[in-house]
């Protein structure tokens, strides 16, 4: 599995656009990806996944540069709801070797 | 839908107990994933199974085991419950193995004392 790097906190303000960048340097030819969302007392959600360039989606949007080494999550106008805890995961979508494994996340606070 | 359902929401158990998180999913997938979440921490993967009758290790199975008899249900076990074992677990499927979408229960919050 590749290693991945995130920032483990930011803060914004509501009606701010958020990037949310994630370093994965090691990544795999067939390796995607992956964001999820984490509120408070609950489980993680799937937000996005990607490959390369470009992934949009009703809740974010994902950039991924031509080197595939660092990703962004781009969270647009946050609102106090988007405060979160943030995963980036990078593994193979169909390799039985890869579980899902989630590192530490990046905590974001969303203040009025 | 109800997707993964986890029973129960919370227990207090006492040093030396036993127990059973119980985790059932109505989505039919072959993959199912336990993980424990400290305070303030990411998840650590426990147990993982790809199918019926078939489990292995995660990164965390010590002083816990599992079973999966069909594919709607992983039930995880903790024998003689330590301090350390204090914890909110979450339970966890999905369609296909690794780093895919994956629907997580709402967690079991358990404290040993």
């Known amino acids: 599995l590749a290693k991945t790097t995130q920032p483990i906190s930011m803060d914004s303000y509501e009606g701010q656009e958020v990037n949310i960048t994630c370093s994965h340097n090691n990544i795999a030819t067939n390796d995607y990806i992956t964001w999820y969302q984490q509120f408070p007392s609950q489980g993680p959600r799937f937000i996005i996944q990607?490959?390369?360039t470009k992934v949009t989606n009703e809740v974010a949007s994902l950039f991924i540069p031509a080197d595939r080494k660092s990703s962004t999550l781009s969270l647009p106008r946050v609102s106090l709801s988007d405060t979160a805890v943030y995963y980036c995961l990078v593994g193979g979508p169909n390799n039985a070797g890869n579980m899902l494994t989630f590192g530490g996340g990046t905590r974001l606070m969303v203040k009025p | 839908n109800a997707g993964v359902t986890q029973t129960p929401k919370f227990r207090i158990l006492k040093i030396g107990q036993s127990m059973t998180l119980q985790c059932a999913q109505d989505m039919n997938h072959n993959y199912m994933y336990w993980y424990r979440q400290d305070p303030g921490m990411g998840l650590k993967l426990i147990y993982y199974?790809?199918?019926?009758?078939?489990?292995d290790k995660g990164e965390v199975p010590n002083g816990y085991n599992v079973s999966r008899s069909t594919t709607e249900d992983f039930p995880l076990r903790l024998e003689l419950a330590a301090p350390s074992q204090t914890s909110v677990y979450f339970c966890?499927?999905?369609?296909?193995?690794?780093?895919?979408?994956?629907?997580f229960g709402q967690g079991t919050r358990l404290t040993v004392v």
């Open positions: 199974s790809v199918g019926a009758g078939i489990t």
């Open positions: 966890a499927s999905s369609p296909r193995v690794g780093n895919t979408e994956a629907f």
């Open positions: 990607g490959y390369k």
